[in-house]
Every structure is written in C-alpha cells, then in structure tokens.
C-alpha cells in the first residue's frame, strides 16, 4: 500500500467498480454520495455486514479473491432474504499500510466479482488505514412496496421450507480447508417474494438453529424441525465421520449456508412446486407451533456462531 | 463484552436506536435488511464513512460519546454536502470483546446523538468482534430528482464560497486537546439545493486545499484562492502562534472543518444573500479558471490528510 498510496488504490478500485453495472444507478463512485433510483412503487431495502481478517477469512488459508466473494455473498444474502433486486453495494475497506496492493485488490475484485453476479454496481466506499484488514459492506435493493419478505411473518401452522443443502460450509472450516463462495440466492428469494401464502423468510448465514431461532423469536412462535429431513449434501455424513464430527451438529449450527429459510401457510404451494417457481431444490424440514419461542425437535445446545 | 456479549449489545443499540425517527422507514433494525420509503419524484443519496480507533479518534483523549457524534458528523456530512434531506443511518461496529460495555455504548450513543439531530433514524447495522474498535456508518437521504448538489458541476467564472469557518478542528487536534463534535450542514446543503445558479458543491473534511482540489479535478478546472479571505474563528490567527502553527497551513489543510464548499454562477446571489438564504455565515474565497485542474493563490504543498 506505501507504493499504490490511498487516491492510487482508490483509483484502481474505481475502475475495478466500472465492471458491475446497474440501471438504477443515477451517479456512482466519486462524488461525497452516490444517487440511486428506483422504479415506481418501489421501496428500498438496506443492509450491511462487516467481514473481518482473522474472524471471517482468514488470508492465509485463502486467497484474498474468494475472501471477498464470501464477504459480498454474505451481505448480498440479506437482500435475498428480503427478496429485493440488488441495485447497488458500498465498500469501507480498512487495511494497514504494510498490506500487499495485491492482496488489497484481490479482496476488491471478490467483491465486485459478486456484485456483478448480483446485478448491483459499487457506486462507493471509504478507504482507511486500520492495523487490521476489514471490508464492511453496504447493500442496496428494491422490492415492491409491502411485499418485502420478513421474519416476523411467521404464524403457527406454517409448514417450514429451506433451499439448497446445509453444512457444506460448515465441515469445510471444521476440515480446515478453503470453503467456497457460495452464491446469495438472489433468484430465490425475488421469486419467493411473488408466492402467494409464503410467510416468514431468514436467509441462513449463523447457522439453522441460530436463524431459525430468530425467524421463531420475530413472530412469536415456537418452531419444530424434523432432523431426518434436514438436507444434506451428498456423502455429508460419511465425510463428517471420517472427519470426526457429528453432521447433524453441522447441518445445525455450521453457518455460512446462506440458503433461505421461510415459512408456508397450510394453503401454500409444497416443496416441489416451490422447487419448479424458485428454480431450486426446496425441501420441507418442518412448522411453526403455538407457544412461546422455542425450537423444539433438536437436541438443546447448538446455537450456532455467537462473536462473544 | 465479555458481560454483555454480542446480542446484549444489540438489545441495548436497538433500544438506544428507538430514541431517533424518521418518516421515511417502513422497517427498521430487527429483519435482515431495513426498508426505506421515498417520496415521490425523489432519489436516494448513500454514503458509507469509517471511523478506526487509533487514526480518527483516540479513546485515551476523548469521552467515546464525542467519538462517536464525529464520526456520525463526518458521515452525515457527504449527505449535506449532496443537499439531500437524512433518512436514516446504519452502523457496523467492530469491537475487541475485552472493550468495557460502557465504552461501546458510548460510541453508539453518540452516533444516535447526531443522526437524532439530523432526522435519521438508526436503522440496521452489524457487531463484530475484531482487534481494534472501528464505526462504519452508512447514511442514507433523499433528494428531489436532478436537484443533488455535486462536486463535478463547476465551471469556469463561478465564484467560490465557503459556510462558516476554517480551522478550528486542525487547531484543537494540534494543541491536542478535545474536539467538538461540530455539525454537519444539513439545512444549509439543503436550501443550497435549491438556490439558482450554484454550481460544484464539497463538504470540508480534508481539508480545504484537498477538498477544493477534489472539486477543480472533478470539474475540470483550475481553482483560485484568495487567501486574505478565509474566514478565521475570531482569536484563530493568535492562537495558532502563541501554539506555533502557520494559521494559513491549518486552515488550508486541517481537515475536518465540515463546512460546505460551492461555486456560484456569475449570475447567481452574492455571499449576503447566500448567507441570508442559508441561515449560516458565508464568504466568498475565490474562484474556479480556466485551465488544468489546479489550485492557483495559495503556496504548494498544503495538500491536506493523507492516509497512506
């Protein structure tokens, strides 16, 4: 970084920026604020997520690129969540002086690679000197007024629905090798947001148990899952006892799935009509119950990634 | 932390967050993702800004409530400097767990200071555990469609103003002594909005000489400074001697000022009526040339904060 310098980084993330594009992008990098736009009947959905050195990647073990991916798939997968079309993400990248420029802009082109899968454009950022390596994104979506997916939509007598497979992520840290990027199941979740009786959605990235525990606690409802339906990957639970852990302690509470969890009311469409709309494998793995928050089914204990 | 932990800090931000509104939020901190209105004929302007312990503010020199309101000042600043109307504000904050809960809450507490005086309301964010405390906040506002304020719309013949005064915060950091938080000029980007005839705007956080270079660079223009007219704080120039600094240098390149920068069309209203319009004292400071992007009247080298 002493070589590249501040403005030069910033100039070459600028130009990194010019390859994800989005049409609803009035003025992105370089003024004090970008300008975004969105169509009529329209809101705006905003989240951010911070993935730190040492905590959430670890350059050592992994290429600064796919660092980044991870960083911008777990962000982009909160707008899924919502069911919103990316528009636009932000990037504050704190990095001290002695970092490579390589590795500062292999993190950069992480993310703008994900962006750009994504539909949405950098439209800015904020670089600053830090004694540790951290991208903290911003992401930015639309979605139809009032049809915004939630977790605190969720109404006992929902049956429960997840995409994809769970663990995968989880037994690759627990195995000490480079996990994959994944991908923010974008399509899903916009597709999701247009099925009549869906009811509460989360999108997985703490773990099932720990997200699911929230869905629960935001509407008020206690949640039963079925563990023998939880879907797993293919030779899941042969790789897990070589490994020496227990695949249902990962399909829990492994995290980083960044699958989609929702609730159906008993008038919705089943899994494999779900399956076809969202164009990905549905599987039903259990319901929400009367009573007061609780997740009833699984063994007590697994609770997922906590920080602290 | 260790006490508190990472959902007992959000508990208590999400509280602390209920303490400032805004009109425009459908949802705010609890889903996955927060969700914003416009209003009609409105764009969305968005921003994101880092504040790192150690290079922004030093915890060991100032009470974390003041940390924090800088931090939101400097971000909320960029909106002002757009003319865009604050809607809300999301904070991802990394902390060590060995830091005292009433240090992180104070940081937090300042941030909800300043965007409660800006009409934002705290909308989302994120905790992480990392090495060292950081804020980064994004701050989100609305403006009327075409009307945003932007650096790269000076023109040669424009003249140059300036709100308030220069030099003050460069002062306080050189004495090393506690700096006010100051304030972003929210009202006075807005109703600059909508003043005809003002052309590039810029809010003061490098420093003048670095600021207005920003703006000569994006508008393609030369910028000439009349040094004789900076307006001081009154006591400034003595004070920066009997300190021994050059009270040109800081107020040329002592950043963090947050004042607004504009150019005005030969047509357009003088700084008496500008300052009457806006609700803040304004002075007129040069103008832009034509010619390369350069900065013309003051002595090289002043060329504000630089991070690497």
């Known amino acids: 970084m002493r070589d590249l310098g501040e403005f030069g980084l910033i100039e070459r993330i600028e130009r990194l920026a010019g390859r994800a594009r989005s049409a609803g992008v009035v003025l992105g990098i370089g003024d004090d604020a970008a300008i975004l736009r969105l169509a009529a009947g329209e809101d705006l959905v905003v989240t951010t997520d911070a993935a730190v050195a040492g905590v959430h990647f670890r350059l050592d073990q992994e290429p600064p690129r796919l660092a980044g991916r991870r960083a911008a798939v777990g962000c982009l997968s909160d707008l899924a969540a919502m069911g919103a079309r990316p528009l636009a993400m932000l990037l504050a990248f704190a990095l001290p002086a002695t970092t490579a420029a390589a590795t ?4 950069v082109r992480g993310v703008v690679h994900e962006a750009r899968r994504a ?11 830090a004694r540790e390596i951290s991208l ?7 979605v139809r007024r009032g049809r915004a997916l939630r977790r605190d939509r969720g109404r006992a007598g929902d049956r429960l629905f997840v995409t994809g497979t769970l663990g995968r992520s989880a037994l690759e840290r627990a195995r000490g090798r480079v996990r994959a990027a994944g991908a923010a199941r974008i399509t899903a979740g916009r597709r999701l947001a247009g099925v009549r009786g869906v009811g509460a959605c989360i999108d997985l990235s703490d773990g099932l148990a720990a997200d699911l525990w929230q869905l629960a606690r935001a509407s008020g409802v206690a949640a039963r899952l079925d563990p023998a339906r939880l879907p797993l990957p293919a030779g899941f639970a042969a790789a897990c006892r070589r ?12 995290g980083e799935d960044y699958e989609l969890l929702f609730s159906v009311r008993p008038s919705g469409p089943g899994a494999g009509e779900l399956g076809r709309r969202l164009g990905v494998r549905v599987t039903e793995i259990g319901r929400l119950e009367r009573g007061r928050p609780a997740l009833r089914g699984i063994p007590a204990g697994p609770r997922g990634w906590r920080h602290f």
């Open 104 to 107: 500062a802009l292999g993190l």
């Open 243 to 254: 490994a020496g852990h227990d695949p249902l302690r990962l399909a829990l509470a492994g």
């Open 136 to 142: 903290t994104l911003t992401a930015l979506g639309a």
């Open 119 to 129: 539909g949405a454009a950098l439209v800015g950022g904020n670089v600053t000197r």
